[in-house]
């Protein structure tokens, strides 16, 4: 599966300019003609890219130079599970055009039902992690800090796929996200065993020299199907209501908390939508959410990544935040938005041949200027055009190339 998740529709965003070129102006005294209203638009969004997003961003040891995040999209161009010289240039390209933080692509953990695809990067074994080495030391030379998505997919796997085709689906429940039965339900062994590999992995990350790592906790993938209601039917104590429900995640988050330094972040990204199911959520009003959150919080978790499909929806009534709003209004955690960030076309359209075009950051900067979020991950818009970071914070926006779907054959 390519989870290319970043980001939908961003219907009513208006373009960058802000201004409509009409032909036939004339100049006068005190008004400035069309093209001149247009650089002095570009101007004022170029200064208030630079004020919000410009800003470093530290938490524990890990220091990005500004507020841009590459939101991590599995693009499958790691044969064998190896990520090989074009994975680091892909990476090293947009580090280098002022993207502050790298996510890598998800990653598999070391257990054998993590995966579904051959082609996906694991993070595990001599061959992945030196190829990892090698993309961390590259990212960092151009001046990006970079962190490693872990990933265990669950139920989600496709029966008889790589990297272990023998290996059979697990999950919280046996259940498939849409109710069927599907693989087995996890013992406590089979919990135990991905706890461990979860905190392997983040120890690896560490000593390979990655400035965190971030923990798949979105998108219907294992430690969200025991969040869900949906999924997760166990009656044991990681089943039941929602605070028991976090148990698996917030032990992951322990483990990793433990295998790490002090100085080592923890990420941990959420949704409420699954990837069949955009209706669904975790958390129904903000004391569910933070019922949800505070676990995780205590359990170690440093920042929050609130996927949505469009970052500008309000997340509850009665308020215009949006998830990762009130993620950091409840948690005090900082947080990460991500969602149709610079392009006018949903992501599940990308792989029918849908191309995107070009919108403007305005409502972005409005938010970050607010302090709601404190960084921005951006998806395809970043497959699109490798220079997307440094285009925006220079007031080039016009200068920006539109996403096709015809990008998502190639890494480049």
Known sequence: MTD?????????????AGVTETAGVTETAG??????????????????AAASLSRPFSVRGLTARNRIAMAPMTRQFSPDGVPGQDVADYYTRRAAADVGLIITEGTYVDHESAGTSDRVPRFHGDAALAGWGHVADSVHRAGGAIIPQLWHVGVTRTEGAGPVPDAEPVGPSGLSLSGEPKGRAMTQKDLDDVIAAF???????????FDGAELHGAH?????????????????AYGGDLVARTRFAAEIVAACRAAVSDAFPLFFRMSQWKSDNYEAKLAQTPQELDALLTPLAEAGVDVFHASTRRYWLPEFEDSDLNLAGWV????????????SVGLDGDFFGSFQGN??????IEQLLDRMER??????????????DPEWAAKSLRGRTADITPFSAEMLKHLH
Do not use: C, H
């Open 371 to 384: 302090d709601e979020f404190d960084m921005v991950a951006v998806g395809r818009a970043l497959i699109a």
């Open 220 to 236: 219907g993938y294992l430690i969200d199907q025991f969040l869900w209601s949906g999924s997760n039917r166990r009656t044991d």
């Open 199 to 209: 905190a392997d992995a983040a120890a690896a990350a560490e000593r390979l020299g």
């Open 355 to 360: 191309d995107s075009r070009v919108t403007g």
């Open 4 to 16: 290319v998740t970043d980001e939908a529709a961003p219907v009513g965003l208006t373009e960058t």
């Open 31 to 48: 008004v400035t003609d069309a093209a001149g209203a247009t650089d002095a638009a570009g101007a004022g969004l170029a200064a208030r």
């Open 328 to 339: 950091k209004k409840i948690s005090g955690r900082p947080t990460l938005t991500v969602g």
